[in-house]
């Protein structure tokens, strides 16, 4: 993962912050626990942390041991030769007096132990580099898993209150953001903090007045950091919710491109977006003068600072207080403390934006799954004896509008029956219901003998197939496509399920045949190809229950047969529910079932709901025969 860069005082997304509380940091550490299989090589890279950095501390120390043995050799303790390898013992003894005025090493000398030293620096960085990338990769690996089987195990209420695209960048961006963490900000955060503290330790040792010097330009910064902070936030706050505006009109006018080219709305459409991001770049402007403002400000006082350390340093040094060779390691330490304390504000940006992910993150965690994958599973094949029982529904999201009443249907073991009714009658949520996408409000469904709200739901989804208004195919071929129906059937299968479901002509006709890619990259299906691909993975799936939503718009009447021909292999001997919208294929179910105000209206065969005078279904059928005469003068 890329280091994300970004600029001095540019501030982390506003919306994904968080106020750090003590509730967010629990919250944000019962994520961590996916680091603790691998805590141990987490350790040796926290070991190497430490070592990298206390090499790092020592270069400014040995920097000013460079300048002193170049400024005044003639007061370095004198050694035979300038071979530092010969000299080890007494290289010790120098190193234990380093803090000591008197320049201890010859430019040789301090020349090998700077060498030494970057190797050993390169090292340990490496290894440091190496072994959280390790840590982070390989548990947000773990993460990601659980992230996934959560969401795709959770029941489809989930769903219906969250956007996909929400759902992509808790996967993405927000795993991201918490393996940034732990490859990249939790080592910066402690090399940070190391460096300020053992800087300004490091520095009190070399001159106690120069160090209380120099922190006292420090509630400068911190004055000026909060106050330009805050209106900065501000600023950043509005882009960012411009932006996200922006963003929606390019998804939403995307997605509906042809919406907008039939209404002939570009100009609308472009001068919106036009003004949008104008807006966006008023708001930007606004927040960079707050920010440059900052800069310069800190700019002036980090450098303005070094000076006045120059300065009060030289004048200790011009007394003899203090020795130039110290003045220089001190100002070295300086830069380095002023650049952790500039590090830290990203620091803490970094660190509301953690605890902002992992919440998000944990929220699925913690939903409850009604699928557990882990669990081996074994499919037994069910007769297909429906019972609906007095079942009764309102969506958890309309509370206030019962969409079934009270419906008590019977359909036997290999029975078609057809569920007819105006749009909206609640045709589909009952075979929903049947597939255990809801929970029931009142009653009970049965499948041989077992009420289905006991039963564990791939057992029961695994005896049902469902042949849909809209068929949706997965980007791939057309044959993965009907062998998910069964993952793991064979070739031969595949291709006699598509030669059942009328599919297979078509299929060779294509250059490519069986390998022809569908789906949004691919070729596009006519919409009774399509339905012949649904029934031909519904043929291999073999369920003992299927259900069919008949598709509103009429196929030809060619598409239609072919169709029709398919549908009626795919029901033999399998118990159907179809619901119907248009009556004249249902004629010869064993029962039609009327659907209104949430209840049975009427049922019978067709023959019988025919002759009944004022009937529902009667009437339907006599308008759905009056427009199709309609049609024909
Ligand atoms: N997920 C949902 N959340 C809330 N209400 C829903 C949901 N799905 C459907 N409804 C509502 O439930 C009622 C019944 O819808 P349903 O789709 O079952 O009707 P239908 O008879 O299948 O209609 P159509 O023939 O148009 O497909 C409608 O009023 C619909 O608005």
């Given amino acids: 993962m890329a280091k994300r860069t970004r600029s001095f005082g540019e501030e982390a997304s506003e919306k994904d912050k968080k106020k750090i509380s003590k509730e967010g940091f629990k919250k944000a550490l019962k994520v961590f626990r996916f680091t603790l299989p691998y805590k141990w090589t987490f350790v040796i890279g926290f070991i190497f942390l430490i070592l990298s950095q206390l090499t790092s501390m020592s270069i400014p120390l040995l920097m000013g041991q ?5 400024v005044s050799p003639e007061k370095r303790t004198t050694l035979p030769d300038a071979n530092p390898m010969g000299n080890m013992n007494v290289m010790g003894d120098k190193l234990q007096n380093i803090f000591h005025s008197a320049p201890n090493f010859t430019l ?8 030494v030293l970057l190797i050993l620096q390169a090292a340990f960085s490496f290894l440091r ?18 992230l996934y089987t959560k969401i795709i195990t959770l029941p489809i209420t989930f769903f219906e209150k969250s956007r996909v695209g929400e759902l992509m960048s808790r996967i993405t961006s927000d795993v991201s953001q918490l393996q940034d963490v732990l490859s990249i900000t939790l080592a910066e955060l402690f090399r940070q903090v190391f460096t300020l503290v053992g800087g300004v330790l490091l520095i009190t040792l070399i001159s106690g007045k120069l160090t209380l010097f120099m922190l006292s330009t420090f509630p400068f910064l911190v004055v000026a950091a909060i106050i330009f902070g805050r209106f900065i936030r501000k600023n950043s706050k509005k882009v960012q919710d411009e932006l996200a505006k922006t963003n929606i009109i390019v998804e939403e006018t995307l997605q509906s491109v042809n919406v907008v ?7 609308l459409e472009v001068s919106r977006y036009t003004s949008s991001i104008q807006r966006v770049v008023d708001y930007a402007l ?3 003068t707050f920010r440059g403002g900052f800069i310069s400000f800190i700019i002036f006082v980090l450098f ?27 100002i070295i330490y300086t830069g380095f403390i002023g650049g952790s304390v500039g590090g ?123 042949v849909p208004q809209e068929v949706m195919l997965f980007g791939g071929t057309i044959y993965e496509n009907i062998a998910y129906g069964k993952p793991g059937a064979t070739e031969t299968e595949v291709y006699e399920a598509a030669r059942k479901a009328n599919a297979f002509d078509f299929i060779s006709s294509f250059p490519e045949k069986f390998q022809t890619i569908v789906g949004e990259r691919g070729v596009k299906l006519s919409g009774g190809q399509r339905q012949r691909v649904a029934i031909a993975r519904a043929i291999l799936k073999d369920p003992s229950i299927l259900i069919l939503d008949e598709a509103t718009s009429a196929l030809d009447s060619e598409s239609e047969k072919l169709v029709q021909d398919a549908l009626d292999e795919l029901m033999k001997n399998r118990t159907t529910i179809i619901i119907a919208h248009r009556l004249a294929t249902i004629r010869n179910v064993d029962t039609i079932y009327v659907l209104k105000d949430g209840e049975i ?17 009667a009437n339907m059928v006599k308008l759905q025969f009056d427009n199709v005469n309609l049609l024909v003068e």
């Fill in 129 to 146: 580099v190496y072994t959280f990338t390790r840590v982070s990769e390989q548990s947000m690996r773990d993460l990601r898993k659980e």
């Fill in 286 to 288: 606004k927040a960079a």
């Fill in 108 to 115: 040789n000398e301090v020349t090998f132990l700077f060498v």
């Fill in 344 to 466: 830290l504000g990203d620091m803490y940006a970094q660190i509301q934006k953690t605890i902002g992910a992992s919440e998000r993150v944990l929220e699925i965690l913690e939903e409850k799954s009604e699928v557990n994958v882990s669990r081996p599973f074994e499919f037994k094949k069910t007769q297909g004896n429906i019972s609906f029982e007095n079942v009764g529904f309102v969506y958890p999201s309309r509370p206030d509008m019962t969409v079934l009443k009270d419906i008590s249907i019977q359909v036997k073991a290999g029975e078609k029956v057809a569920l007819v009714g105006q749009s909206g009658a609640g045709k589909s949520t009952l075979v929903q219901l049947l597939m255990k996408l809801y929970p029931l409000t009142k009653g009970k469904i049965v499948i041989d003998g077992v009420n289905i709200a006991t039963q564990d739901v791939t057992e029961l989804r695994s005896n049902i197939a469902v």
């Fill in 66 to 70: 460079m300048v002193g043995a170049i």
């Fill in 261 to 267: 080219k039939a209404f002939t709305n570009e100009r």
């Fill in 304 to 330: 303005g600072g070094v000076v006045g350390v120059v300065w009060y340093g030289g004048n200790l040094v011009l007394t003899g207080e203090l020795d130039f060779k110290d003045l220089f390691t001190f």
């Fill in 601 to 617: 209206a009427e049922s019978g065969s067709h023959e019988d709901l025919i002759l009944k005078e004022e009937g529902i279904y």
